[in-house]
């Protein structure tokens, strides 16, 4: 007879006491690695800041069809790690900038080719990797990149950039100007 009571005040105390990880200190991230692939999903867990970066350039730079990723020129932020070799610390990426795409054959049909921004650390791309980061005429882009570090460093940030000319049939300029790079260090 007290069976199903008896199973309703434990069913009420198990949602009482709310999720089971809810209260608990984040983990800290397991080290960075480089992005080989394209994945889907990325964990990158910080705890307390330690350091806020934030680099801001107002000139304009152009770039054309590169075929490779070119550095954005001055977009760079080198911080230190943990003392110890074997610690590890959280780094919150943004790059922000207004940004242009001329060009293209008709930017009043589907916009198709593009100016492609990736942000990496100690020379390799962080998750997500290279984003469509404008197709046209100009707006302020933003994008944002997480991961962990190793040891004191020096680790370095910078930010890459190329024009990806889709079908090959335009010559392809790039305007980047009033950009921010912002990194928040955390333990
Ligand atoms: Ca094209
Ligand atoms: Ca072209
Ligand atoms: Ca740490």
């Known amino acids: 007879m007290l069976m199903i009571p008896a199973l309703a ?30 994945e889907d999903l990325h964990r990158c867990d910080g705890k307390a800041q330690l350091n806020a970066a934030v680099l801001t350039k107002s000139a304009a730079e152009t770039i054309g069809e590169n075929g490779v990723f070119v550095p954005v020129t001055d977009a760079s932020i080198q911080v230190t790690g943990p003392a110890a070799a074997v610690a590890t610390d959280q780094l919150i990426v943004t790059f922000t900038g207004e940004a242009e795409l001329g060009g293209q054959p008709n930017v009043l049909n589907p916009v198709v080719d593009s100016m492609q921004v990736r ?3 100690n ?65």
């Open 119 to 121: 942000i990496l650390v």
């Open 9 to 38: 005040v434990l069913a009420l105390g198990a949602a009482g006491a709310g999720p089971v990880n809810a209260a608990a200190t984040p983990a800290e991230g397991t080290a960075g690695r480089a992005l080989a692939v394209s």
């Open 123 to 187: 020379g390799a791309p962080l998750p997500p990797g290279a984003v469509a980061f404008t197709t046209d005429a100009g707006q302020s882009d933003a994008l944002q990149a997480c991961t962990t570090v190793s040891g004191p460093g020096p680790h370095v940030v910078t930010v890459e950039w190329r024009l990806f000319d889709f079908a090959n049939n335009s010559a392809l300029t790039g305007t980047l100007n009033s950009w921010e790079l912002h990194v928040e260090q955390n333990d």
